[in-house]
């Protein structure tokens, strides 16, 4: 679990091919690994890796082929800038929002322009997940925790401030770039609760009915 508040930029030291899935070794930079362990989770630009190695300048995670099918991983390349983050523990601080590192989709940043100090970012998202993004709501974009100024067809805007545009990418945010997008988890559940989720149990589910029923809905 983690928070969306980035620790450190990193950089890809390599990215092996192996036996069709990929080793991964990252620079983690500034980050310190002193409280990291084998096993342990480091957010890299919002996916959760696991850390199989710990080489001394960084780390070392594999990469599933699921992992390869829903993120950008499979085209990155050596000298890559990647934003870090360790999972969080019980004395966080919980400055951003739930992140479970849990890539949704992939989203392309359609505009970027300057707003006084601060960089103004439309991103498109999959349609898919158009519905899970709320204007004023939480978005995690590789890896920070944002949020969605304004939602509207062309997608969802973003106002980057100086600090964030430093400590992390998206600074060099280009128009095309694709990011990693993860949509804020009370969505994705509340969404399967309403819809009834796996349950054969129809008594079990929350619906409008329901809710209307105990005072949440009118």
């Known amino acids: 679990m983690f928070t969306g508040i980035i620790e450190a930029i990193g950089q890809v030291a390599s990215v092996e ?9 990252i620079d983690s930079g500034a980050l310190d690994l002193a409280d990291v362990r084998l096993g342990d989770s480091i957010a890299t630009n919002g996916v959760c890796l696991t850390v199989v190695e710990l080489p001394g300048n960084g780390f070392v995670a594999d990469v599933s082929r699921e992992s390869l099918q829903h993120t950008l991983i499979g085209q990155w390349q050596s000298g890559d800038t990647v934003n870090l983050e360790k999972a969080l523990t019980p004395s966080t601080r919980m400055g951003g929002h739930i992140v479970t590192g849990h890539v949704d989709g992939v989203g392309t940043v359609r505009e970027r322009q300057a707003d006084a100090r601060s960089i103004r970012l439309t991103v498109e998202p999959p349609a898919e997940l158009c519905k899970y993004i709320a204007g004023k709501g939480s978005i995690t974009v590789d890896g920070i925790s944002l949020t969605a100024n304004a939602v ?9 401030v100086p600090h964030t545009a430093e400590q992390t990418t998206l600074f ?16 994705r559940y509340l969404e399967q609760l309403l819809s009834g989720g796996n349950s054969h149990d129809a008594g079990s589910r929350l619906s409008p009915a329901f809710l209307a029923e105990h005072g949440f809905w009118k």
């Open 152 to 160: 509207h067809e062309r997608g969802f805007e973003l106002n980057i």
């Open 17 to 25: 091919p192996r036996q069709g899935d990929v080793r991964l070794r």
């Open 172 to 187: 060099h945010a280009r128009v095309g770039q694709q990011v990693h997008l993860e949509v804020d988890i009370i969505a």
